[in-house]
């Protein structure tokens, strides 16, 4: 059960684009469309924002969006925005009824 | 709106139990599978266990024989009871709602601290 990677950081200024990267194996990212991604700014409860890779929950906006090749799921902020500065969490369904979580990315807003 | 309340974290010292709580309400409780989530201080996110409809649970190897996820859907609520707790079970429990293989609603968590 190795968690998915994650960079630790990543950064944009308010409208530019930033992708996050989430690797697994083919194990789990590779072998499962069940990847999902979190937006968590710290004391407050994570948030679904994509799931089965590249869907949107009813009410995220479609500035996020995600992507998966192979082993590497991806989620793409677009029009960055100043609330959009939090930790996000990419997730993979691994099979044998096990989730496993990447280590997460802090996006900074500058 | 789906809303999620956990509540029984607090203080205990290592080799000890302890039982995490979680009500829920705005959505019908028994129709949708449960998991627990845990993030350590500074760490990531965890995932280590679920519960379906039907009771049928599923645990991850760093909390397998000791922890016991368990729900009771006439009081629309879900359990964890810790036991064997370790200096590394510290951390905030989320309840979460599963869907489908994600995970969609989320509580403001609880924090365990085992220390001695």
């Known amino acids: 059960q190795s968690a998915l990677t994650q960079p630790p950081s990543a950064s944009g200024s308010p409208g530019q684009s930033v992708t996050i990267s989430c690797t697994g194996t083919s194990s789990d990212v590779g072998d499962y469309n069940y990847v999902s991604w979190y937006q968590h700014h710290p004391g407050k409860a994570p948030k679904l924002m994509i799931y089965d890779f590249s869907k949107r929950p009813s009410g995220v906006p479609d500035r996020f969006s995600g992507s998966k090749s192979g082993n590497t799921a991806s989620l793409t902020v677009s029009g960055l925005q100043a609330e959009d500065e939090a930790d996000y969490y990419c997730?993979?369904?691994?099979?044998?009824?096990?989730?496993?979580f990447g280590g997460g990315t802090k996006l900074t807003v500058l | 709106e789906a809303e999620l309340v956990e509540s029984g974290g607090g203080l205990i010292q290592p080799g000890g139990s302890l039982r995490l709580s979680c009500a829920a309400s705005g959505f019908t409780f028994s129709s949708y599978s449960m998991n627990w989530v845990r993030q350590a201080p500074g760490k990531g996110l965890e995932w280590i266990s679920y519960v379906d409809r039907g009771g049928i649970v599923y645990y991850a190897d760093s909390v397998r024989g000791r922890f016991t996820i368990s729900r009771d859907n006439a009081q629309n609520s879900l359990f964890l009871q810790m036991n064997s707790l370790r200096a590394e079970d510290t951390a905030v429990y989320y309840c979460v709602r599963d869907l489908h293989f994600a995970f969609d609603s989320w509580g403001q968590g609880t924090l365990v601290t085992v220390s001695s």
């Open positions: 997730s993979s369904f691994a099979g044998s009824n096990i989730w496993v």
